[in-house]
């Protein structure tokens, strides 16, 4: 009923009219969503891997680019880094290469269904890393599925009705006509193949995540479109990720020159729990520093401002501060530095003032990052829900309302003649 009142509101010719038909835009039915059997195409945007990993119900990880795979940019990724996720247009490697079965200590699930490979990807790191806090709801599932074998982890993901409505929280109604269409198109290719017994052309093979780990002090390539895992050897120097780099350079060398048909995401350790834990060091630092100076040198502060190198301390935070998400408790639980008791313990202002102008400037420098953090985590955010939205009303609203204005037909024809 809503629907055909909306239909009845794009007949009429005011310009208010116009606009709020422009501006029709909803998220896609959940209720269709939810009762598709597919999965849907997930771009290889950090924003989305972080906004799934959320949903799940994973905390303390974040998902960032990498931007190449110079030495210098691998080594200063957030550490740790639990896993890379390599996205490019698959090709069948060399079986030889994978495990006879899959080892003891390794987590890893096939993919099963089509598109499903960003969750897959992203499963297949977080189920190897056990100091990642996976929620209640992965949690129990890697409990159930400890014992599969590669082929039921990936059918009772297909399965996981939990996975697969956050997978496809992304998805709009074009992405499940697509995904359907793909399908259709699957089935029909493979009859061919059989009819002819040709290979299939590598031209149209699809783009693919696939994650890299870390596991029992070996480098381990977890494709979900090959039957086991794929040992890259021993870590050595604790430098895992670099590694793997070779084979992801071994990838890309496959590619004609100019063609930029990859993508590399790393799952990190989320910097703002240690930032603001590093802030509630420093809130108490500062704290048992101006109580020590009190008693030693009561007109200290004047002091300080009074000296050249004066650090302003506008803005300093020096309790709970909900801004920073930081806690009394936080403040309370955060241990001294073991330098700055020993300078505190002893007598000597100066040290202690020294102290001060080095805390405060360290400060500044922590609300800064935080808040950056805190910013990308909104735009993660705004960028999901952009991606959710559906657009295609507004699209057919705003082309019927130039047909209707006798608009659309003279764009079309300077189109033609352009």
């Given at each position: 009923m809503a629907e055909s009142a909306k239909r009845r509101r794009l007949t009429r010719s005011s310009d208010v009219s116009d606009a709020s038909a422009v501006s029709s835009t909803t998220p896609a039915p959940m209720d269709d969503i939810s009762?598709?059997?597919?999965?849907?195409?997930?771009?290889?945007?950090?924003?989305?891997?972080?906004?799934?990993?959320?949903?799940?119900?994973?905390t303390g990880v974040k998902v960032q680019e990498?931007?190449?795979?110079?030495?210098?940019?691998?080594?200063?990724?957030?550490?740790?880094?639990?896993?890379?996720?390599?996205?490019?247009?698959?090709?069948?490697?060399?079986?030889?290469?994978?495990?006879?079965?899959?080892?003891?200590?390794?987590?890893?699930?096939?993919?099963?269904?089509?598109?499903?490979?960003?969750?897959?990807?992203?499963?297949?790191?977080?189920?190897?890393?056990?100091?990642?806090?996976?929620?209640?709801?992965?949690?129990?599932?890697?409990?159930?599925?400890?014992?599969?074998?590669?082929?039921?982890?990936?059918?009772?993901?297909?399965?996981?009705?939990?996975?697969?409505?956050?997978?496809?929280?992304?998805a709009r109604k074009m992405d499940v006509l697509n995904g359907d269409l793909q399908l259709k198109n699957d089935a029909e290719a493979k009859k061919r193949k059989r009819r002819t017994d040709t290979a299939e052309?590598?031209?149209?093979?699809?783009?693919?995540?696939?994650?890299?780990?870390?596991?029992?002090?070996?480098?381990?390539?977890?494709?979900?479109?090959?039957?086991?895992?794929?040992?890259?050897?021993?870590?050595?120097?604790?430098?895992?990720?670099?590694?793997?780099?070779?084979?992801?350079?071994?990838?890309?060398?496959?590619?004609?020159?100019?063609?930029?048909?990859?993508?590399?995401?790393?799952?990190?350790?989320?910097p703002l729990a240690d930032l603001v834990s590093a802030l509630a060091r420093n809130v108490r630092s500062l704290a048992v520093v101006a109580k020590r100076l009190d008693s030693l040198k009561p007109d200290w502060r004047e002091f300080v401002e009074s000296t050249t190198d004066h650090v302003s301390t506008e803005n300093l935070v020096t309790g709970p501060d909900s801004i920073y998400e930081l806690t009394h408790k936080l403040i309370e639980q955060s241990q001294l530095p073991p330098s700055l008791e020993d300078v505190v313990r002893h007598d000597i202002a100066e040290d202690i003032v020294e102290c001060w102008q080095k805390?405060?400037?360290?400060?500044?420098?922590?609300r800064i990052s935080i808040v950056e953090e805190q910013q990308s985590n909104r735009l993660d955010q705004e960028r999901a829900n952009s991606r959710r939205y559906e657009y295609g009303p507004a699209i057919e609203a705003l082309v019927e309302i130039l047909a209707r204005?006798?608009?659309?037909k003279d764009m079309v024809e300077l189109e033609e003649f352009s």
């Open positions: 009762s598709w059997n597919g999965f849907c195409e997930v771009e290889s945007e950090p924003a989305f891997f972080n906004i799934i990993l959320k949903n799940f119900g994973v990498v931007v190449s795979l110079d030495e210098e940019i691998l080594r200063h990724l957030p550490q740790p880094v639990y896993g890379l996720i390599f996205l490019f247009r698959w090709r069948e490697e060399d079986p030889d290469k994978q495990e006879q079965s899959c080892p003891e200590g390794v987590w890893f699930a096939n993919q099963t269904v089509k598109n499903a490979c960003a969750s897959v990807a992203l499963l297949n790191i977080v189920y190897n890393a056990p100091e990642i806090d996976l929620g209640e709801n992965l949690q129990a599932f890697k409990d159930f599925t400890k014992d599969f074998t590669p082929a039921l982890r990936g059918d009772a993901i297909a399965n996981f009705k939990f996975v697969k409505d956050i997978h496809n929280s992304f052309d590598e031209s149209v093979a699809g783009f693919h995540f696939i994650a890299f780990v870390p596991v029992d002090g070996k480098v381990w390539k977890l494709d979900g479109l090959e039957r086991q895992p794929q040992n890259l050897g021993l870590i050595e120097n604790q430098e895992w990720v670099l590694q793997a780099k070779p084979e992801i350079e071994n990838r890309m060398a496959q590619y004609e020159e100019g063609q930029i048909e990859f993508s590399i995401l790393g799952l990190v350790k989320e805390l405060v400037p360290e400060q500044r420098g922590l204005k006798a608009v659309l």
